[in-house]
């Protein structure tokens, strides 16, 4: 799992199977999985919702740990 992923996922639930993948975790949101333990502020949130809300993240994770052109000079 990408570090990104990995930040998304443990931002949002509490429990999850750590020998799953990114989208292995995805899917048994969807499923409503009982491995799947969202944390109390999203845990009545629509799978949809929440799947939404980890994609957000990760995407935002990436974007603020990209290096700028700056950071990227020698």
């Known amino acids: 799992m ?8 443990n ?3 509490s429990e999850y199977p ?9 899917d048994l949101i ?3 999985d009982e491995s ?3 944390w109390e502020p999203v845990e009545n949130y629509s799978a949809a919702r929440l ?5 957000d993240t ?3 994770f990436e974007f603020v740990t ?9």
């Open 58 to 60: 990760k995407t935002h």
């Open 36 to 38: 799947i333990v969202p």
């Open 30 to 32: 969807y499923e409503e």
């Open 11 to 13: 931002e949002w639930l």
């Open 18 to 26: 750590e020998d799953k993948t990114y989208d292995e975790i995805i």
């Open 66 to 74: 990209k290096p700028t052109t700056e950071e990227a000079k020698p």
């Open 51 to 55: 799947v939404q809300i980890i994609s």
């Open 2 to 9: 990408e570090t990104s992923e990995r930040f998304a996922i």
